[in-house]
Structures are given as C-alpha cells and as structure tokens.
C-alpha cells in the first residue's frame, strides 16, 4: 500500500467520501496506484514553473488507471492552492489521452 501525506488531496477525499483508516492517514483508494504515479501527484510545481506541462504529464499516466472524472479531481485536489485557470485541466486531460 502507498503512503501519501493528506494535505494535498483532502478535498479528493472529502468529495468522493473515502475513507481514512483509523490513526493511519492511508487513502485507499491511491493504494493501487504505481509509486510513481504517487510521487507526481506528490510533487506539483508552482504556477510559472512547468504546471500546465505537469497536469498533461501525470493526466498521461493515469488514464490507465482511472477515468478522466477522477483524473480531473485528483489533479484539482493536487494543486488546490494555486489558481488555476478554467478548463486547463479538463484540457490537459483531454489532450492527454491520446499519447496514454
């Protein structure tokens, strides 16, 4: 199972209502996700330093394992303090599929 700090995807968690095991902090529903996969959602840049490029990069690998909803709240939830502008991840999640 992957181990993932909850700062960045609480609002995932709390829109989709997965639960948190007891004293754990362990989001199961990430569990099946490549370590990999974790580390990119993990590690966002900031706006001005490659964002738009990192939304189509991790939106690429997990197309194999979720549909383009999830990828979009997982992705949102990821970068929920930066402003990001609308439609750019439906548009990177988008475009993105082709090359998955």
């Known amino acids: 199972m992957i181990w993932l700090p909850i700062v960045e995807i609480a ?6 209502g ?6 754990a902090r362990m989001i199961t529903h990430l569990s099946a996700l490549p370590r ?4 990119l959602l993990a590690s966002p840049p900031r706006r001005g330093q490659g964002l ?4 189509y990069r991790v939106a ?5 394992y979720r549909s383009p909803a999830e990828i979009i709240e997982l992705l949102r939830a990821a970068t929920s303090s930066e402003a990001i ?16």
């Open 11 to 16: 609002e995932f968690v709390g829109k989709r």
């Open 36 to 39: 990999f996969v974790c580390d």
């Open 52 to 55: 738009n490029l990192w939304f």
């Open 18 to 23: 997965y639960e948190l095991q007891p004293g």
């Open 60 to 64: 690429r690998v997990l197309h194999p």
């Open 85 to 100: 502008k609308h439609g750019e991840i439906e548009r990177a999640v988008e475009r993105s599929k082709a090359t998955a």
